[in-house]
T-cell receptor, first 113, second 110 residues
Framework: AAGVIQSPRHLIKEKRETATLKCYPIPRHDTVYWYQQGPGQDPQFLISFYEKMQSDKGSIPDRFSAQQFSDYHSELNMSSLELGDSALYFC????????????FGPGTRLTVL | DAKTTQPNSMESNEEEPVHLPCNHS???????IHWYRQLPSQGPEYVIH?????VNNRMASLAIAEDRKSSTLILHRATLRDAAVYYC???????????WGAGTKLIIKP
């Protein structure tokens, strides 16, 4: 079965640079969630989209922005990168905003030097 | 927001049942209880969820206390592949946001 695809899987950036992470949800899933997991930490919810509109916002820094496109894929844009942004970034998708089951991708490991 | 409390780690023998406890004493009436697990170097994986009644699926069972202040995830017959961090998570009904806490690292001994 098709799963959530995230690209790139690994990304290395310098401080103050920008990064764009991409997420391709499972076909027919219309809801996308972004999570950040720092080293040795638990996942933290960043933001979610339903039918291309932002549905909920968590602890996403102002330096980050995200959107969901017409084909339901989503991009997380990160600017002015800081060392503390180094983390695993997971994308999850679900079918419908009310779905209780989120399907997670393999994650993008971002390292900021 | 309501939070969950779980043991940091638990050990179990292979092919034996495992009961993973979770306390959520400040849960509200519309909060759902979810369990996800995260295997090493992988994204979280949905296990089960419930609101008030006990739930069963092919992976596990979820036993919810009558007052909903605690729940237990039951793996009926643990295998080495079940070794993971198990997260007990509440989601607020109004926005479906998952509120993650510190999970339980489950160690399975052969």
């Amino acid at each position: 079965a098709a799963g959530v695809i995230q690209s790139p899987r690994h990304l290395i950036k310098e401080k103050r640079e920008t990064a764009t992470l991409k997420c391709y949800p499972i076909p027919r899933h219309d809801t996308v969630y972004w999570y950040q997991q720092g080293p040795g930490q638990d996942p933290q919810f960043l933001i979610s989209f339903y039918e291309k509109m932002q549905s909920d916002k968590g602890s996403i820094p102002d330096r980050f922005s995200a959107q969901q496109f017409s084909d339901y894929h989503s991009e997380l844009n990160m600017s002015s990168l800081e060392l503390g942004d180094s983390a695993l970034y997971f994308c999850a998708s679900s079918q419908g905003l009310g779905s209780r089951e989120q399907f997670f991708g393999p994650g993008t490991r971002l390292t900021v030097l | 927001d309501a939070k969950t409390t779980q043991p940091n780690s638990m050990e179990s023998n292979e092919e034996e049942p495992v009961h993973l406890p979770c306390n959520h004493s400040t849960i509200s009436g519309t909060d759902y209880i979810h369990w996800y697990r995260q295997l090493p170097s992988q994204g979280p994986e949905y296990v089960i969820h419930g609101l008030t009644s006990n739930v069963n699926n092919r992976m596990a069972s979820l036993a919810i206390a009558e007052d909903r202040k605690s729940s237990t995830l039951i793996l009926h017959r643990a295998t080495l592949r079940d070794a993971a961090v198990y997260y007990c998570i509440l989601s607020v009904d109004s926005n479906y946001q998952l509120i993650w806490g510190a999970g339980t690292k489950l160690i399975i001994k052969p």
